[in-house]
């Protein structure tokens, strides 16, 4: 049996499956791969700039689809109502509260647009209150960044101590109106992209979406693995009929002689 496995013409048919199944098993993972990668989060479309009085408008709350969208908008600041947004890092998605304490401020301030509603703009990051990094630009401005939703006041582990006036722990329109009072406010906020002045810039990243993973890739990859294993199915027959074939044939001279 082994003389017959390990013939010349049983190699060839031994190195074929071997490629066989190598090849048939690589390109089942490759498609398992793609399937996975379906269903990973990726980054959405990302549409050109719009004003931002199309998607934040008062007393509406912001759709989801809003969130994160590139947006411009133009008016003038008002430096009187500026806030520090404390324990927070340069970046969006960083947590606030105890987890970031005395990590720096958010600098927000109001932009009061043509029809005299604000728009809260996260104008940058800074690691202390004062000095001229937050300086309010003067005059009429126009101001790029992205668009966050309001941040609910129970998102962050507040501070046990009574925050200082011009200070809030978070950037919730609910909160702003009760500060800004008389004021007709847009929902939502802006963070500037780039920050205004020399503050460091708040990290923001475009939107994404969920994945929708892909079944039919998954089929695909179990069906390069059946015919990986018909392949082994298919070597073992052609195998086993050789060795079958070699015993006969030894065996029939033997007959001869005893006839």
């Known amino acids: 049996m082994l003389r017959t496995v390990l013939s010349p013409r049983m190699l060839g048919l031994h190195l074929l499956t071997v490629a066989v199944l190598v090849s048939f098993i690589l390109l089942g993972r490759w498609q398992l791969g793609v399937f996975q990668e379906s269903g990973k989060p990726h980054v959405a479309h990302d549409p050109a700039p719009v004003s931002v009085t199309t998607l934040a408008r008062v007393g509406a709350q912001m759709d989801g689809m809003s969130a994160g969208r590139r947006v411009t908008a133009t008016g003038v600041y008002d430096a009187s109502l500026q806030l520090l947004v404390v324990d927070r890092e340069p970046d969006v998605d960083a947590p606030g509260g105890k987890v970031s304490r005395d990590r720096g401020y958010w600098v927000l301030t109001p932009l009061r647009l043509d029809d005299g509603t604000l728009m809260p703009v996260v104008r940058g990051w800074t690691a202390r209150p004062g000095g001229p990094a937050m300086a309010v630009p003067t005059g009429q401005v126009t101001v790029a960044g992205r668009l966050r939703p309001s941040q609910g006041t129970d998102s962050v582990q507040s501070r046990p101590d009574e925050l200082p006036a011009g200070q809030v ?23 500037a992209q780039p920050p205004s002045g020399a503050l460091t810039q708040v990290k923001i990243a475009p939107p994404v979406v969920g994945g929708t993973l892909t079944w039919r890739n998954l089929a695909y990859a179990a069906n390069w693995w059946i015919f990986a294993g018909f392949a082994v199915f298919m070597w073992f027959h052609f195998v086993r009929d050789a060795v079958r074939t070699d015993r006969e044939h030894r065996k029939s001279p033997e007959m001869v002689l005893e006839g």
């Open 169 to 191: 722990d978070t950037v919730s329109t609910g909160q702003l109106i009760n500060v800004w009072t008389g004021r007709k406010l847009r929902d939502g906020f802006l963070v």
